[in-house]
Nanobody
Framework: QVQLVESGGGLVQAGGSLRLSCAAS????????MGWFRQAPGKERECIAS????????YYADSVKGRFTISRDNAKNTVYLQMNSLKPEDTAVYYC????????????????WGKGTLVTVSS
């Protein structure tokens, strides 16, 4: 079992930055690829960034490429999402997920989920 707890969300002006963290319980954190997903009101949950077990491989959705950076610290059982140049359309609840597969990119691949943290970007 892996429990995930997100933090770092909040209200920020357009153009600003936030860093999200996702702390995982358990000793098997490094066995999972990790992903950040978001869900805006009325929209489906989508994967915006993911990182492999070792941190060597990453994936970014086109909508965040060049603005967001995913990283992980296996010693601290934590995955991060640095979000820069935020836009109002980035407003959503952000979730982290853990998956046994090499690089999670789909909701269906998530084995464990956090409860989410709200990010609101004002214009």
């Amino acid at each position: 079992q892996v429990q995930l707890v997100e933090s770092g969300g909040g209200l920020v002006q357009a153009g600003g930055s936030l860093r999200l963290s996702c702390a995982a319980s358990g000793r098997t954190f490094s066995s999972y690829s990790m992903g950040w997903f978001r869900q805006a009101p009325g929209k489906e949950r989508e994967c915006i960034a993911s990182i492999s077990r070792s941190g060597i491989s990453t994936y970014y959705a086109d909508s965040v490429k060049g603005r967001f950076t995913i990283s992980r610290d296996n010693a601290k059982n934590t995955v991060y999402l640095q979000m820069n140049s935020l836009k109002p359309e980035d407003t959503a609840v952000y979730y982290c997920a853990a998956a046994a597969q090499r690089l999670i990119t789909k909701v269906a691949a998530g084995d464990y989920w956090g409860k989410g943290t709200l990010v609101t970007v004002s214009s």
